[in-house]
């Protein structure tokens, strides 16, 4: 009796001579076709469950940036295409709690999320609870922070949210033309970015921020604008516009750009948003190296 191997070999050599499949090919074919259909079911199952949920929050008890709805409705589309994640927007902080005796009417806690997104301003409406539960969320549970521009101007009365961050805006001494030097090529969000490139911005100052704290992914080129200007007030030159920075177990992303509408619709603002969702919310390794 002939090999299965070597009855296939005798099968295909039959259809590739023009005569009819027989019925053996015919079911070894079927039941390929079948495997990889559940292959592909099971990839997907597999993505379903790796599907992240990002809390989007632009609560604003400051500066109205016009631009927060259109960040958020940016990642929301961002999560779409990519399949990659989920995106629930809020402009409250109502669900930024641990507690589970409001959970009524469909309502969400935060350790429904893999993920927290501030694009807000000022001194939010968050009670101790609630801001002992976004603190453990990242520094215990290991999850991710995400903030976008004004997430630095925001809680100056609650230091552990600037040390989690790892700064707070000090005013935004230019708002023109600048050149931004990409620092760190080898992280995620920023392997696909030349080493500097043009963009037109408010560009913030910060205080109660140190480099040695974070690492940071995109700076100022300080040649690209003048430092006589009057809000300047970092004497060490140091200007950085995007960071990666862990807390405890979880992982802070920041990115200072996003006043402009035109800034967020950059294709390569938006990879760098995407990758940098994908790596807090932990569907990205790596990246702890300090
Ligand atoms: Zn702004």
Same mark, same amino acid.
């Given at each position: 009796?002939?090999?299965?191997?070597?009855?296939a070999?005798?099968?295909?050599?039959?259809?590739?001579?023009?005569?009819?499949?027989?019925?053996?090919?015919?079911?070894?074919?079927?039941?390929?076709?079948?495997?990889?259909?559940?292959c592909?079911?099971?990839?997907?199952?597999?993505?379903?469950?790796?599907?992240?949920?990002?809390?989007?929050?632009?609560?604003?008890?400051?500066?109205?940036?016009?631009?927060?709805?259109?960040?958020?409705?940016t990642?929301w589309?961002?999560?779409?295409?990519?399949?990659?994640?989920?995106?629930?927007?809020?402009?409250?902080?109502?669900?930024?709690?641990?507690?589970?005796?409001?959970?009524?009417?469909?309502?969400?806690?935060?350790?429904?999320?893999?993920?927290?997104?501030?694009?807000?301003?000022?001194?939010?409406?968050?009670?101790?609870?609630? +801001?002992?539960a976004? /603190? !453990?969320? @990242?520094?215990?549970? *290991? &999850? #991710?922070?995400?903030?976008?521009?004004?997430?630095?101007?925001?809680?100056?009365?609650?230091?552990?949210?600037?040390?989690?961050?790892?700064?707070?805006?000090?005013?935004?001494?230019?708002?023109?033309?600048?050149?931004?030097?990409?620092?760190?090529?080898?992280?995620?969000?920023?392997?696909?970015?030349?080493?500097?490139?043009?963009?037109?911005?408010?560009?913030?100052?910060?205080?109660?921020?140190?480099?040695?704290?974070?690492?940071?992914?995109?700076?100022?080129?300080?040649?690209?604008?003048?430092?006589?200007?009057?809000?300047?007030?970092?004497?060490d +030159?140091?200007?950085? /516009? !995007?960071? @990666?920075?862990?807390? *405890? &177990? #979880?992982?802070?992303?920041?990115?200072?750009?996003?006043?402009?509408?035109e800034?967020?619709?950059?294709?390569?603002?938006?990879?760098?948003?995407?990758?940098?969702?994908?790596?807090?919310?932990?569907?990205?390794?790596?990246?702890?190296?300090?």
């Amino acid at each position: 009796m002939r090999k299965p191997a070597a009855r296939a070999f005798a099968a295909i050599s039959t259809s590739f001579s023009g005569k009819a499949i027989p019925m053996r090919i015919s079911r070894v074919l079927g039941t390929l076709f079948l495997g990889l259909a559940v292959c592909a079911s099971l990839e997907a199952q597999q993505l379903e469950k790796k599907k992240r949920k990002l809390l989007c929050i632009g609560d604003c008890k400051g500066f109205q940036h016009d631009s927060a709805s259109h960040a958020m409705a940016t990642l929301w589309k961002l999560g779409q295409e990519s399949g990659m994640w989920d995106t629930y927007i809020r402009t409250d902080t109502e669900w930024l709690t641990k507690k589970k005796s409001n959970l009524g009417y469909n309502a969400k806690n935060i350790d429904f999320f893999d993920a927290v997104y501030f694009f807000t301003t000022g001194e939010l409406d968050m009670d101790n609870e609630q +801001k002992a539960a976004l /603190l !453990a969320f @990242v520094r215990d549970d *290991g &999850k #991710g922070f995400i903030g976008q521009h004004s997430a630095t101007d925001t809680f100056y009365q609650w230091p552990q949210y600037g040390e989690m961050i790892g700064g707070y805006f000090d005013n935004h001494p230019w708002h023109r033309q600048v050149r931004i030097r990409v620092e760190d090529r080898e992280f995620p969000a920023t392997k696909h970015l030349p080493a500097s490139f043009e963009i037109f911005e408010e560009i913030y100052q910060f205080k109660s921020w140190s480099r040695d704290k974070c690492r940071v992914l995109l700076s100022l080129d300080v040649a690209s604008v003048d430092l006589n200007n009057p809000v300047v007030r970092r004497t060490d +030159k140091d200007f950085a /516009l !995007a960071w @990666v920075k862990t807390y *405890g &177990k #979880g992982r802070v992303f920041y990115n200072a750009l996003g006043h402009r509408e035109e800034v967020i619709d950059r294709p390569d603002m938006q990879k760098f948003m995407l990758e940098g969702v994908k790596w807090a919310t932990g569907l990205t390794p790596g990246g702890k190296s300090f």
